[in-house]
Nanobody, 124 residues
Framework: QVQLVESGGGLVQAGGSLRLSCAAS????????VGWFRQAPGKDREFVSG????????YYADSVKGRFTISRDNAKNTVYLQMNSLKPEDTGVYYC?????????????????WGQGTQVTVSS
């Protein structure tokens, strides 16, 4: 059973930065593809970014491209999401998720394991 724990959320002003962490319970990041999703109140969960376990290829939603960076540390079994130039529309609960395939899925249903989420609030 893969367990994922997010941390690093908080309240930040527009233009600020946060770094989210997704710590896995086992050797997950080297064997599973990990994605970050977010969900704002009243909205569907949306794909933010993902990283493939096989070659480290990264993917981003258009809305965060150039501002967010996903990375992984296999030794620490952790995936990070560095978020810069934050905007109020980035507000939401951020979840990390893992799947066994090598391809990054942009749909939430493509992931088998989920963390509990961490709140990110960006004030204007």
């Amino acid at each position: 059973q893969v367990q994922l724990v997010e941390s690093g959320g908080g309240l930040v002003q527009a233009g600020g930065s946060l770094r989210l962490s997704c710590a896995a319970s086992e050797r997950t990041v080297s064997r599973y593809t990990v994605g970050w999703f977010r969900q704002a109140p009243g909205k569907d969960r949306e794909f933010v970014s993902g990283i493939s376990w096989s070659d480290g290829t990264t993917y981003y939603a258009d809305s965060v491209k150039g501002r967010f960076t996903i990375s992984r540390d296999n030794a620490k079994n952790t995936v990070y999401l560095q978020m810069n130039s934050l905007k109020p529309e980035d507000t939401g609960v951020y979840y990390c998720a893992a799947r066994g395939g090598a391809l990054v899925a942009r749909a939430a249903m493509g992931y088998d394991y989920w963390g509990q989420g961490t709140q990110v609030t960006v004030s204007s």
